[in-house]
């Protein structure tokens, strides 16, 4: 029996193309279905009901949700190419950092669109202290899986891409090579292997994307 794959995403989502990099990164053969998050489709609420949230992994018809749960079920499920190490101890690791990420990084990011512009300042200043903590983490590694790319760089990856992509929209500077060698370095690297910039937005249509949220926040709070 052939595997069904589907992914429902946002083309724009981190956590969305954390999966396709995923999928793509194991050769995976896949369906994306692109979702309007302001009309959801039957299918979104079906296979998601409790958040009602992409992505969403339907294996065989099966839905599985929430991005780092798909990751390792992803890696788990195809063999090929692990993303997660072996060793139950660096697994730990791993998924340690990832969560750091998810649940530290991503939710003071969070706090930024609500923000005025001196909250907006000790809001940048903590994420800086935040990616300083995982790029103390790389040093001295190429990645960190290790000598290939792994769950950990593709958690990080597409979050700190999406920062920059703002922060260029923004025409901010807060992350860069002065400040963060170490990361913007292994951004470099990642940015060299084809499968990852297969997986990256447009650029234009992402600047795009981002100026009309922007100004949608600036809106709604005034």
């Given amino acids: 029996m052939a595997e069904e794959v589907k992914l429902l995403g946002l083309w724009a989502s ?9 999928l793509k990164l194991k050769g995976i053969q896949y369906q994306y279905i692109e979702e309007d998050l302001f009309n959801k489709s039957p299918l979104l609420l079906k296979s998601n009901p409790v958040h009602k949230k992409i992505p969403v992994l339907i294996h065989n018809g099966k839905p599985i949700a929430e991005s780092l749960v798909i990751l390792e079920y992803i890696d788990e499920t195809w063999k ?11 697994r730990a690791i791993a998924r ?12 003071t990011a969070s706090k930024f669109r609500s923000a005025n512009e001196e909250e907006k300042e000790q809001i940048l ?13 790389l040093e001295g590694k190429e990645f960190f899986g290790g000598e290939s790319i792994g769950y950990v760089d593709v958690v990080a990856f597409l979050l700190v891409y999406s920062f920059q992509v703002r922060q260029e929209v923004m ?19 990642l940015h060299e292997i084809d499968v990852v910039n297969q997986c990256l937005p447009p650029k234009d249509k992402h600047y795009a994307y981002l100026r009309a949220r922007i100004e949608a926040a600036k809106s709604a709070s005034k």
């Fill in 14 to 22: 981190p956590y969305s193309l954390r999966v396709e990099l995923v």
């Fill in 80 to 90: 090929n190419n692990p993303i997660l190490p072996e060793n139950p101890y660096d």
């Fill in 96 to 107: 340690f950092w990832a969560k750091f990420i998810d649940e530290k990084i991503v939710q």
């Fill in 125 to 137: 200043e903590e994420l800086g202290e935040q990616l300083k903590v995982i790029e103390k983490e």
């Fill in 171 to 189: 025409q901010k500077d807060w992350i860069n090579e002065e400040k963060f060698p170490v990361l913007c370095k292994w951004m470099g690297k």
